[in-house]
Structure formats: C-alpha cells, structure tokens
C-alpha cells in the first residue's frame, strides 16, 4: 500500500525507484530475511516520516532550512524546528535530563495523511487495542499529529477488532407461550410437566441407599409436588404418579422429556381421561 502511495506521491513518471529497491538490491541476504532490527525499525520509521514531512510540508522545510522563522503556517504556533532534516516541535521541557530526546521534540505530522493513518493503526494494533488516550498518550512519545485526537478517534471506530468488541448483542424477540401455560380458572397441575432428578444417598439403618424425586410441576401456577422413589424403572414412577394423582387430582395432560421410565409409563397409562405427551 505504502509502495504505491510513494510512486503515487513522488515517482509519478515510474522512472525512479523508491530508495529501500535500492538497498534490497545491495543486500542480496537480508533481501530474503524477515528479521528487522530495532535500528532498522527506527531508520525506516524516519525515512518515511522524512517523506511524509516533504510531502506535508514543502515551503516550511525549505524557510526553516534557510534559518528563517515560519509564521504563516498551519505549524506556525507550535514553533518548529529543524532537527535532522525533519520538522520538529519545539517543547518547553528541553530541559529534562531524564525524558528521551524525541519525546522533548517530537516530530510534526499532518493527521489527514496515509501514512500518518498507518502509524497509528501501528501504534493502536502494537498497545492491543487500548483506548483513545493510551494510544495518544503512546504517540505522543514521538510524534506531534496537528489535531491528532480527532484522527486517533476515527482510526479506534475503524478497527475491525475494537467495532467487534464494542457491539451489543442483538437480544431476540420472545416467543409465544403456548396455550396449556395460559389456562386461566383451571384446577392447578391440569397441565402437568415432570422430571427426575437424583441420586440422593439416604441411610436406611445402617446401610446407604440411592433415592430420586420425581418433581410434578403445574404449568400454569408453577407450583411443584414431589414423590421420592426407590430407582428409575416404569413401575417405581408408576407408583409415584399414582401418589401425586390421589393428593393433586388427575392432570388434564402430562409433558415430560423422553426418558426411559416415563415412555414406558406412557405405554402402561390406560386412562380415559389422561394422555401422556
Ligand atoms: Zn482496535
């Protein structure tokens, strides 16, 4: 992207290649090496601030070269300077002995530039997506970006990974209750539902034995009744839907998941009057 922005910017005849082919070409090892060296990091972080600023700002580079003070300028009021052939903010903590060089004068950048854009989305991808002020405070290190806030804001909404981890979820529509919820002035437990759940140890004696609760539950009130039974099979359930039936009454309809034991009371059930689902 940026080899395009250069010949784009600066080569637009294509006769010239950018200065790092160059280079590539006298380093026929490193040319296949994907190891960067912090000195290399920090020379190429310069070279392209070096172009951008020659892009940016042309008249200031060449009336500061000259030793003259820019007054009518967009960088005008943050006294610039010339500092290895790149413009500078001239800071009041020059000073400091123990705050690094660049951050006593950092280097001017222009916010609505690409490059200026890809250094930080750099800086915003290398602090794992911090927030706005971090990743300012990060920048501000080494670079003055002229309204730097409102572009540090725009590159965190663009973020692929900060929009993903800022969106709420989309929480769905309920469904409709179905009827047999919504029986209004019926006995409670005619529509009936019933589980199992267990094993609980007891102690019988002086041994221990294993015992589960089958748990009715009205559909409409829900109210519970529960029946403790002695294993899982159909007769024990049989037993304990006989006990809930004589204390509740018969329930209009009965649901149940498909466990074992309530499938085969299913097939035992003769009842008129109760179907099992
Ligand atoms: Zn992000």
Redesign the pocket.
């Known amino acids: 992207m940026f080899r395009f922005w250069y010949k784009k910017t600066f080569h637009k005849s294509g006769e010239l290649n950018p200065p790092w082919e160059a280079a590539m070409e006298n380093n026929k090892v490193r040319q296949h090496s994907f190891t960067v060296s912090p000195e290399e990091y920090r020379s190429a972080v310069k070279t392209l601030v070096e172009w951008v600023q020659t892009d940016s700002f042309p008249k200031e580079i060449a009336e500061l070269a000259k030793g003259r003070i820019v007054k009518k300028a967009k960088i005008a009021r943050l006294s610039p300077c010339l500092i290895n052939g790149t413009i500078c903010l001239k800071s009041r903590i020059l000073q400091a002995n123990k705050v690094p060089a660049e951050q006593k004068t950092p280097e001017i950048l222009l916010s609505d530039h690409h490059l200026t854009e890809l250094l930080i989305q750099a800086e915003?991808?290398r602090c794992a997506?911090q927030g706005s002020e971090t990743l300012q405070n990060n920048l501000s290190g080494r670079f003055w970006i002229i309204n730097g806030r409102q572009t540090v804001l725009r590159t965190?909404r663009k973020?692929?990974?900060?929009r993903l981890s800022r969106v709420s979820p989309v929480i769905p529509e309920m469904g409709q209750l179905p009827h047999y919820r919504l029986a209004a002035y019926q006995r409670p437990f005619t529509f009936t539902g019933l589980d199992t759940f267990g094993p609980f140890t007891v102690t019988v004696g002086r041994r221990h034995e294993k015992r589960w609760v089958i748990i009715f539950t009205c559909l409409v009130t829900r109210a519970i009744h529960l029946e403790v039974v002695h294993a899982l099979s159909t007769d024990e359930f049989m037993m304990g839907l006989s006990q809930f039936i004589d204390t509740r009454g018969t329930p209009d309809t009965i649901y149940s998941d498909n466990g074992t034991n309530f499938v085969g009371a299913s097939k035992e059930l003769k009842f008129e009057s109760l179907g099992v689902v």
């Open positions: 915003h991808e997506h965190i973020s692929p990974w900060c």
